[in-house]
């Protein structure tokens, strides 16, 4: 639902006219996008916290996907709330700290699914069984689609 919602509000500024302020559902759609991407960002991020605590942080690096991304969400829900005309490069840099997290958590998932019981010659079995590899790709997606809002906002201050 969220990535529907995100394709609509590019068809809307894509089919935008010339010289117009995009807007969806009233609001300008720079800041609109960057409100869907924090809120959205928050649900992942609860997913993950469940889900992790469930695998009981047995590595370290399992904190990183329940700590990276809630700054990202504030930092977009910042930038959608208060309609500053300025660069956010702690923002843009952060987002891309946000994605790299999430392609990384790829790796880590793969590895996750290798350590059960037949590794990848028991694929069938611990695909289900093991971590969910296309999980952590949501925090990429989130976290290029916020950069594109900020771009937005920034090439259209009044978007």
Do not use: K
Not at 19 to 36: K, L, Y
Not at 57 to 81: C, F, S
Request: aromatic residues 10%; hydrophobic residues 50%; contains cysteine.
């Amino acid at each position: 639902m969220l990535s529907g919602l995100l394709g609509f509000t590019g068809e809307r500024v894509r089919e935008n006219p010339a010289g117009a302020t995009p807007r969806i559902f009233g609001v300008p759609a720079g800041r609109a996008m960057a409100a869907v991407c924090a809120f959205g960002m928050l649900g992942t991020v609860g997913e993950a916290s469940l889900l992790h605590f469930r695998g009981a942080y047995h590595d370290p690096a399992m904190y990183l996907p329940v700590t990276v991304p809630p700054v990202a969400a504030a930092l977009l829900a910042d930038t959608a709330a208060v309609p500053r005309r300025r660069h956010r490069w702690f923002t843009r840099w952060w987002l891309r700290l946000t994605a790299a997290v999430g392609l990384a958590g790829v790796g880590f998932h793969v590895f996750g699914v290798a350590r059960n019981m037949g590794g990848w010659r028991n694929w069938s079995q611990n695909l289900l069984n093991g971590p969910p590899i296309p999980a952590p790709p949501s925090f990429t997606g989130l976290a290029l689609a916020g950069l594109a809002a900020l771009r937005l906002l920034e090439d259209r201050p009044d978007a």
